[in-house]
Nanobody, 128 residues
């Protein structure tokens, strides 16, 4: 049975940092493109970042470019999101998603449809 579990969320002041983790089990982690999404209350779920199988190629939404860094450790079956210079508008539930399409990040990675597995999310709240 596949499990995808996010952790690392919390309350932080504007300008601060957080590091999210997403650990997957029950799947061959290094065969999945991985992505982070977020959803604020009353808004659509939006793509934040995507990383390819090896971790060598990364992609970001314009709103987080230069502040967030996605990475993965395939030996630990874990995905990370380092978030720096946080803003109140980054407040949201953050989700990780796995897609068995190794080319996912090259295409419409920020669209929610098509991902094989999702975690339950971890809450990030940034106070002003």
């Amino acid at each position: 049975q596949v499990q995808v579990v996010e952790s690392g969320g919390g309350l932080v002041q504007a300008g601060g940092s957080l590091r999210l983790s997403c650990t997957a089990s029950g799947l061959t982690f290094d065969r999945y493109s991985m992505a982070w999404f977020r959803q604020a209350p009353g808004k659509e779920r939006e793509g934040v970042s995507c990383i390819n199988l090896s971790g060598r190629s990364t992609y970001y939404a314009d709103s987080v470019k230069g502040r967030f860094t996605i990475s993965r450790d395939n030996a630990k079956s874990t995905l990370y999101l380092q978030m720096n210079s946080l803003k109140p508008e980054d407040t949201a539930m953050y989700y990780c998603a796995a897609d068995g399409n190794y080319n996912r990040c090259l295409g419409s990675w920020s669209i929610t449809s098509g991902y094989d597995y999702w975690g339950q999310g971890t809450q990030v709240t940034v106070s002003s």
